[in-house]
Each structure stands twice: as C-alpha cells, then as structure tokens.
C-alpha cells in the first residue's frame, strides 16, 4: 500500500449521516450564463460535474435564490421555478455519478435584490426589503414586516425540499458578504426593536436559526445544512471576530458545517480579502475559521487562497478547520484533489488570484481562466477529439502562448521544435518575477518552463526564428508566438537618460530615483507604480484619459485602487504629457501647465505587436497560425486559450 503523504486531507468526513470522501469541497460558484426565466444551459452540467471528476469531496451549486420576486440579484438562478427541476436534477446526477456529494447554495439578497448585475446598461429595478428602512444607490429600502419574515422563513424551507427532490445531497446557507441573513446578522444594518434585531445576538441570528430549523423539520435530519458565515467584515464600521464568534455559537445546534469566510461585497477595500487577490497571502482567512472552531463543537469549514496541498493538510492536522473550501482553484485546475491524493502536487495548476474568472463571468457570463483553457468549455472539453495526423511543428516564440501551443501540441503526438529568441523561457513577463504581488505569475512561468524540459520537444534557446531559419526547419506547421514590444511615445525628451521602459524599470527597479513619474494607467504601469511604492519611493501616474485602463480586468481593478490608496500613488488622470525633463514631466490639464514631479520617467503606454516578424513567416510552411500578442496584445487568458485551440486544431487535416 503505498504511503498517503496527506492523511487528513483525504480522510472522511460524516456530516449528518452523509459520507464525504475527503476534505476538500468545491466552495459555492454560481453560473451566469441564464436565459430570463433563470435556467441554465447544458454547459453548467459539464462544469460542475468537471469539479466532480477532479476528486472533490462535495459540490455546490452558487447563487440560487430562494426567492425570484424579491430576493433575487442579477442572474441568480431561482429554486421557486418548476420549470427548472429537470435541469437541476441533471446536474446533480453528473456529480453524484463521480461520486461527490452535490450541495445547493441558498442566497437571498434583501436589500440589495432587485439590482442590476453591474452589466452596462442593465439598469437597477423593483422593490427591495431589508432589516430596516435604507437608502442604497438613491433606491428606498423598505422593512421586512413579521410576516414578511415567517414567509422567508418557508422560502428557504421550501428551496431546500426542492433541492432535496432534485437530487442535491446538501444545502448551503448564504449566511455571508451583505446577503440577507448576514445584513440581519449585522449590528451595524440591523437596528430594529423586535425579537429579530437590535444590539442582543441572539435576536440578530434568530432568522438564520429559524431558517435552519425549518429546513431540518421539512428535509429531515439526515441532510446536512451548512452556513457561509463572514468571521469577520474586516473593515472600519464592520464587525469583527468577536461577533463572528457570537454568531457562530448561536447557529451551531442548527446546522452540521460552519463555513468560515470574511468581508462584505459591498465593500470595495475588502473585496480583495472576501476574494484574496494577488496582494493576499495564501490561506489569509483560515486564521478566522481557527479562532471560530476553538468555540463551538460544529466541525467547521475554511476558504479562501487554498490550493496548496500542504497547506490544506496543516490546517485539517492541527484542528484549525475541519474542511478546506476552494472556488478559483478548482476552476484553474479542477484535479487538484487527484493530483494531491497521487502524490503529483508539483503537476497542479496554482491559480494566480488575477481574477481573470470572476470579471468575465461579469462581463459574459462565463468563467474563463487566465490558464486553464478549458475552464468555461467543460462541455466542449468533455470528449476526446480525433487523434491527430502527425506533423512536424515549428513553433516561434517561448512566452506564454508559445508554451502552451508546444506542451499542447506534443501531447496530441506532434513533433515540436520550440525556438526562443532569449536565454530564458517565459517571454516578457520574465520582467516582473521581482514583484512580490506577481509571485503566482511566476510559478506558473516555472511550471510551463518545466514541462517543456520534461517533455521531448526539442527546445532551442538563443535562437530568433527568422524565414530562412524557419524554411531549413522543413516543418508542416508553423505556430509564431512572437509577442509585442513596449510602444515608445514620441514626446520631447523621451529619450533621456533618466527615461526608460516599463519592463525595464521592473527588471532593474533599483535604477529607479526616490521620485518616480509613470506614463500610462494601464495595468502594467498601475502595478508598476504599486511595486516601486512599496519600495519606499514617491510614485505619480499620469494618463490622458480619466480612468484606468483595466483591460477586463474589472474585478482585479478593485484590489489595485485599494493598493494605490494604501501607498499612497499620485493618480494625475486627463492629463497630457508635453515634454520631460530631467526633474519630471511638463504636463497640460484643459489647457493649463502643470508639472509633475519625478527624477525617474517610465513610460507603460501599450505594446505594439510584431506583426512585420510575424508576417515574414506566413509562407515558410504549409500550415501558418500567428497567436499572442503577436496579433493584438490581450490578456494571459486570451494567449493561453488561443494557443491552446490552436495546437489542439493542428493534424486535422
């Protein structure tokens, strides 16, 4: 029997009478892609069951609300829709057929329902109620009456014998983040006079208690009820652990699983903890599921930043939770539990915290993983293509997009040749392995750099890709990868010696003065501006529009804004550069001179694609397909999945 080298890990759990295999849970993630009755299509099977099929313990089905008329945000999939039942039995056949338990997650918005998805030109609509009267974004909120009460109390009764009859094995209370049982939770929302608020704990969690209750007396005591709860809101004006304690100790006879997570969506400058971001360190909430467990005998659940193995196993072997949760690592590398469980934790895909999933399924509806290709085509994914006829692939360019095409096309049995113009795999984002925030982004680098070498491509560093080396090379496909270079604006001064580029700065940041002045507020030069701050120098940004450019990156925009609030970046936005000086950068504002200071310019305005390279090799070969910036510059996600389409395409024919 070979040795388990994470024994409590992987050990079992029972939660009222239900067996779990293992201790690692896929975390509540919802499916945005509903038509307007709030069905969802039959890719939301393949995604959930792949999560299933990674080894997870349990899956949960997100933001399904227990109330379309009044309780219901956004895309929130409805549990009061009969129409829906098929679909959901559906899903949570897929998961138990791989032998997962499945798990509903119960949300109700209060105050906050009726409100647009953040979509553009998806206005906020309707009526909402809350604890109290309120007043959010100029909509009136209006008091839950008891009886308004008493009946949400049988909706989420009535949800959960849904799910129960639909095939779920377990339901999880949004009890978290401003949701409605969390806002009644709330000291500082929840100021009524009655039995159901004010400063006594008890009154304040007695609507989750009721709920868990009524769930128990309609679904039995053989279906496990978990509730989401925030440890703390971890800002100025929020409650605190102590509360979450309280709470805590309140609901625990209620329920067989407390999941311990932290902050409050409404709150901008804990968003990036709620949702750890690349300013977070790992596991940075676990600390307050561990106190929360030292209170109660409820076993109790942690999330956050979780996708270490050895980190997951420390925190079930020394008590601090009993499970370990994970959204964005699942959806990067869905095998994680596998992987882990096989002794190949090195093979795991670590996701990098850019939030890269969360903004598109905002902005389109669907998860797409800034390295994981496949994540958000699960369905497309689920079967083998036809094997490839075997050709001989010339692929240009080692960065990102260049590693993914080689690594994809050697494991569909293509012979590769991988050349790269530098001494180092990883393209220009080599420039940034100095930025602390930017190590994830350097791991995957490594990882891919790895496989490469593992593999038997046969890797040429130091060696440009010109048309006569790519016509000697006789291959039938060329994949060219060249990437982009950093665009020099043509401004008065630029090319002085106290000038120099984006990727030169983070290469050789010590070559930057104490004052620094960055051209550009794009995200490149953004996080530029955040690592030198933390350096201890005074950085100032000026662009020439009146906002950051995110690239898509909505959600990632939020964590940097609170970063460049916390270290204090100038921001100088419709601002034009004029000329630059040995001091800083002569600028106008709506025609006025201003001068902003820095003895260090660093110009980060975009990146020009080396289309000309690229062009010179579209008739070296039979097969030609550019990818990468080397077309549009975009994004990690954008040249991971265009890579791997790509080589996944080549031997069609």
Request: hydrophobic share 40%.
């Amino acid at each position: 029997m070979s040795e388990m080298k994470y024994p409590h890990l992987f050990q079992p759990i029972t939660l009222a009478g239900t067996y779990f295999k293992n201790r690692i849970f896929a975390s509540p993630t919802g499916y945005m892609d509903s038509n307007r009755f709030g069905e969802v299509p039959t890719e939301a099977i393949a995604y959930y069951e792949r999560k299933a099929k990674g080894g997870a313990a349990s899956v949960c089905v997100g933001d399904l609300t227990v109330d379309s008329k009044l309780g219901r945000i956004a895309k929130d999939v409805p549990l009061d829709n009969p129409y829906s039942f098929v679909m959901f039995n559906r899903i949570t056949n897929a998961v138990r057929m791989q032998g997962a338990n499945v798990s509903a997650e119960l949300c109700h918005a209060g105050m906050y329902a009726a409100r647009s998805s953040g979509i553009k030109g998806e206005a906020s609509r309707g009526l909402a109620y809350g604890p109290v009267e309120d007043v959010i974004d100029g909509r009136i909120i209006l008091p839950m009456t008891e009886e308004m009460i008493w009946d949400v109390v049988g909706k989420f009764a009535a949800a959960a014998d849904y799910a129960k009859r639909a095939g779920f094995t377990m339901v999880t209370l949004h009890g978290a983040h401003g949701w409605l049982l969390s806002q009644f939770m709330s000291p500082l929302v929840n100021t009524r006079t009655d039995k159901w608020g004010g400063p006594d704990i008890e009154n304040r969690s007695r609507l989750a208690v009721e709920i868990c209750k009524a769930i128990r007396k309609t679904c039995g005591p053989k279906f496990p009820i978990e509730i989401r709860i925030s440890g703390s809101e971890v800002y100025d004006g929020g409650y605190g652990i102590e509360e979450g304690i309280a709470f805590a100790k309140q609901i625990e006879d209620y329920c067989d699983l407390i999941h311990v997570s932290a902050g409050n969506h409404e709150v901008e400058e804990v968003f990036g903890v709620t949702h750890p971001n690349v300013f977070q360190p790992d596991g940075v909430n676990v600390k307050y599921a561990a106190e929360i467990k030292k209170h109660i005998k409820t076993p109790v659940a942690t999330v956050g930043a979780l996708d270490d193995p050895e980190l997951m196993e420390e925190i079930i072997a020394s008590g601090k939770a009993d499970v370990v949760e994970m959204a964005r690592g699942l959806i990067c590398d869905p095998d994680v539990p596998l992987k882990a469980r096989a002794g190949k934790e090195q093979e795991i895909r670590k996701c990098m915290r850019c939030l890269s999933c969360f903004s598109s399924i905002m902005s389109v509806g669907q998860f797409y993983c800034a390295i994981n290709p496949q994540a958000g085509r699960e369905l497309e994914a689920r079967y083998e293509i036809a094997p490839a006829v075997k050709k001989k692939v010339l692929v240009a360019g080692g960065g990102i997009a260049g590693m993914e095409a080689a690594l994809t096309c050697r494991k569909r049995g293509h012979e590769v040749i991988l050349c790269e113009k530098s001494g180092r795999l990883g393209g220009a984002l080599r420039c940034e392995e100095k930025v602390p925030f930017k190590e994830k982004l350097s791991e995957y680098l490594d990882a891919q750099e790895k496989a490469v070498k593992n593999s038997d491509i046969e890797l040429h560093l130091n060696t440009e890709v010109t048309a006569e080396y790519a016509r000697s090379v006789q291959a039938d496909v060329i994949i060219a990868a060249l990437g982009a270079r950093p665009v020099k604006p043509p401004i008065p001064g630029i090319d002085g010696g106290n000038v120099m580029s984006a990727e030169e700065a983070y290469v050789e940041p010590e070559k930057t003065e104490d004052t620094v002045v960055i051209l550009g507020a794009g995200l490149v030069g953004v996080e530029l501006g955040i690592f030198l701050a933390g350096m201890g120098k005074k950085v100032s940004i000026v662009e020439m529009s009146d906002h950051i450019n995110d690239g898509g990156q909505t959600h990632h925009l939020r964590g940097v804004k609170v970063e460049i609030r916390k270290r204090g970046v100038q921001m100088h936005f419709s601002t034009k550069a004029e000329e630059i000086t040995a001091e800083g950068i002569q600028c106008s504002v709506d025609g006025k001179e201003t001068f902003v200071e820095g003895k260090t310019v660093i110009y980060a305005v975009g990146q020009k694609p080396l289309r000309e390279e690229t062009t010179a090799l579209a008739y070296c070969a039979p097969e030609f397909y550019p990818i990468g910036d080397c077309i549009v510059p975009k994004t990690i996600m954008n040249a991971t999945s265009q890579a791997y389409y790509t080589a996944r395409n080549v031997g069609r024919i």
